[in-house]
């Protein structure tokens, strides 16, 4: 069975700073992965994704990850975090079962200081 | 090119009743896909609908179900209603292939009086 975690519920960064927010997954086969970001009374904008190829993926807005296969993380970062950056943020792993779906991480609440 | 859109944003229910929700998918995907999000459980798969076609289900009681239109618009409908059905329920929409992105629309926010 597939799933993802993410280990911190809170990141406090200040504004102007490196971010990482972590991914790890576990999954039987080859990884499909997602980030996604939630604002407020919003949906989920897809961010960024890793289905093969270079292990460092950039994605919308400045972010990227680095899929890690040895360690199973997929964590995403930005070099230099902006106040408008604070959201809700998902890791989450696609079903390789023949379906579509996606099964997601618990998120994790990123805060840019200023 | 139009985003995925949901109707309506907002409904509040009272207990008992039933509900249905639209979702309209970006233009050519085939793939809706409804996803509950709620506090305490996250962000839950419900349902997949390709070509008119139910290809997937997650683990939520028969009083949630839904159905796909050859335009490959989307509804969902909650019978029954129960206090616990309050979430946003979010639809997202693909092209089918596996390696396909998911778009979210914004979601419609359900409250159970």
């Known amino acids: 069975a597939q799933s993802v975690a993410q280990p911190e519920d809170q990141v406090n960064v200040a504004e102007g700073n490196p971010l990482t927010v972590k991914c790890t997954y576990s999954?039987?086969?080859?990884?499909?992965l997602f980030w996604y970001v939630q604002y407020p009374n919003r949906g989920l904008q897809f961010l960024l994704k890793y289905i093969t190829g270079d292990n460092l993926v950039k994605g919308s807005y400045g972010f990227e990850a680095e899929f890690n296969k040895s360690q199973t993380s997929f964590h995403l970062k930005k070099p230099s975090a902006l106040v408008s950056d604070s959201a809700l943020y998902f890791c989450a792993v696609r079903d390789l079962s023949g379906a579509n779906n996606l099964f997601f991480g618990t998120g994790t609440r990123l805060t840019v200081i200023p | 090119k139009a985003g995925v859109t949901q109707t309506p944003r907002y409904l509040i229910k009272t207990r008992g009743q039933q509900v249905t929700l639209s979702c309209s998918p970006i233009s050519g995907h085939r793939s809706v896909s409804w996803y509950q999000q709620t506090p305490g459980q996250g962000l839950q798969f419900l349902f997949e609908?390709?070509?008119?076609?139910?290809?997937n289900k997650g683990n939520f009681p028969g009083r949630f179900s839904g159905r796909q239109f050859s335009n490959s618009r989307s509804e969902m409908n909650v019978s029954t209603l129960e206090l616990g059905d309050s979430a946003l329920y979010l639809c997202a929409s693909a092209s089918g292939e596996v390696t396909d992105t998911q778009y979210f629309g914004p979601g419609t926010r359900l409250t159970v009086l």
């Open positions: 609908y390709f070509s008119e076609t139910q290809r």
């Open positions: 999954v039987s086969g080859n990884p499909y």
